[in-house]
C-alpha cells in the first residue's frame, strides 16, 4: 500500500507552501485589480497592466522551466518567491507613500510575470524531488487540488 505524501514532512511543507503562495497569487490579482480599477475607472488600463505581466511569463515559460532543470529548483523557487513577495511590499509602499502611477504598476506587472515564469517550472520540478515515484500521480492531485480550491475561494 502506498503511503500518503502528506505523511513526509518534505511533502507537507511543500503542499503547504504551494497553497499559501496560490492564495497569495489570488489576492495579489484582486487587489491588483482593484486598486487599477479605484485609481483609473480605467478597464483598458487593468487590462494593458495585466497583459503587462501575462505576455512575458508566457514568453520566458520555458526558459523557467530549463532553469529549473539545469540549478536546483527549489533554490529557483525560493529566489522567485523572495522577489514576489519583494514586489508587494514595493506595491504597500507605493500606496503608503501615494505615489500611485501607471507606468510603476507596469513595471512591477513585469517582474511579476517574469518572476512567475520561474516560479512554476520550479514548483513543478521540486514535487518529484520529495516524494517517492509511487506516490507522484498523489502528491500532483493534492497539489493541484489545493489550487483549485483557492481558484473556488
Do not use: C, H
Not at 513526509?8 to 491588483?32: H, T, Y
Amino acid at each position: 500500500m502506498v503511503k500518503s505524501p502528506l505523511q513526509l514532512p518534505n511533502f507537507r511543507r511543500l503542499w503547504i507552501g504551494l497553497s499559501l503562495l496560490s492564495i497569495a497569487e489570488k489576492v495579489w490579482l484582486l487587489a491588483l485589480t482593484w486598486l487599477v480599477l479605484q485609481e483609473t475607472d480605467s478597464g483598458l488600463t487593468l487590462g494593458l497592466i495585466l497583459m503587462a505581466g501575462t505576455i512575458p511569463s508566457a514568453l520566458l515559460i520555458l526558459v523557467g522551466g530549463a532553469i529549473s532543470d539545469r540549478f536546483p529548483p527549489y533554490r529557483v523557487a525560493a529566489i522567485a518567491a523572495v522577489v514576489d513577495t519583494s514586489l508587494a511590499g514595493i506595491m504597500v509602499a507605493i500606496l503608503l507613500l501615494d505615489v500611485f502611477s501607471i507606468p510603476m504598476l507596469v513595471v512591477i506587472a513585469v517582474v511579476e510575470g517574469i518572476t512567475d515564469a520561474f516560479l512554476y517550472p520550479s514548483i513543478l520540478a521540486t514535487l518529484p524531488r520529495v516524494v517517492k515515484k509511487s506516490q507522484l500521480e498523489q502528491a500532483n492531485v493534492l497539489a493541484e487540488g489545493s489550487d483549485q480550491l483557492t481558484d473556488i475561494a
